[in-house]
């Protein structure tokens, strides 16, 4: 069965301070793995999209992994803001039946305090 | 250029009354879904379409839940009769083509429009 679990539920860190956000998943076959931000109230916002081939990529403050073999990402936030307090939701894509499926995790809830 | 328009943000109505949501894709993108989001989890597919064909319907509950696309463009999604566990926001998203896609499967959301049924 397809899934994404994604790790910790929910984070509290002061501004300023770096974190990391697991997401572990269980999809076959593979095509892509996209972070979305999303903060409360809104819709999520695409933060990156990582390709089988493709280890790391950054976006400013954020930096995205994939190890394929283990089938883990992470994505880790340099110098935390205010404005990063949002849910952070893991999407991975498969291939599956002529299209690619998209697969959500639950998300991370990070909150940063001032 | 202007996101996914969803109407009305906020709604709030008694059980088993109807109720009706719309969504306006970005120009252009063919593909548009409507996803459920509970409190805290990740969203969940309803139903994707591609152009004005609904590909994708096996999570929509037939019973109550439905949906319409006329001209491949805007798109409505009906609950009919509300239960209380249809308490959610519900997401419109669109892309350009197949979602997933390295080229152009990044899907851009609406604010959603948020649900609750009394």
């Known amino acids: 069965k397809n899934q994404v679990e994604q790790s910790p539920q929910s984070l509290i860190i002061l501004e300023g301070k770096n974190c990391t956000l697991q997401?572990?998943?269980?999809?076959?076959?593979?095509?892509?793995l996209r972070w979305y931000k999303q903060d409360t109230g809104r819709g999520p916002v695409s933060l990156t999209i990582?390709?089988?081939?493709?280890n790391t990529k950054s976006n400013g403050r954020y930096t995205a992994t994939l190890d394929a073999d283990t089938k883990q990402s992470s994505l880790h936030i340099t110098a935390s803001q205010l404005s990063d307090s949002a849910s952070y939701i893991c999407?991975?894509?498969?291939?599956?039946?002529?299209?690619?499926?998209?697969?959500f995790g639950a998300g991370t809830r990070l909150a940063v305090h001032p | 250029e202007a996101g996914v328009v969803q109407s009305p943000r906020y709604k709030i109505i008694e059980k088993k009354q109807p109720v009706a949501f719309w969504c306006n894709p970005i120009?252009?993108?063919?593909?548009l879904y409507w996803y459920l989001q509970n409190l805290g989890q990740g969203p969940e597919l309803l139903i994707r379409?591609?152009?004005?064909?609904?590909?994708?319907d096996s999570q929509l509950p037939k019973d109550r839940f439905s949906a319409e696309r006329l001209k491949g463009v805007d798109s409505t999604l009906k609950i009919q009769p509300a239960e209380l566990g249809d308490s959610a926001v519900y997401l419109c998203?669109?892309?350009?083509?197949?979602?997933?896609?390295?080229?152009?499967?990044?899907?851009?959301f609406g604010e959603g429009s948020r649900l609750t049924v009394l």
């Open positions: 990582m390709t089988f081939s493709e």
């Open positions: 997401c572990n998943y269980t999809v076959s076959p593979f095509s892509n």
């Open positions: 120009s252009g993108h063919n593909t």
């Open positions: 999407v991975v894509s498969a291939w599956t039946g002529g299209y690619n499926k998209l697969i």
């Open positions: 379409y591609e152009n004005e064909e609904a590909v994708d």
């Open positions: 998203a669109s892309s350009l083509g197949v979602a997933g896609g390295p080229d152009t499967g990044e899907l851009f």
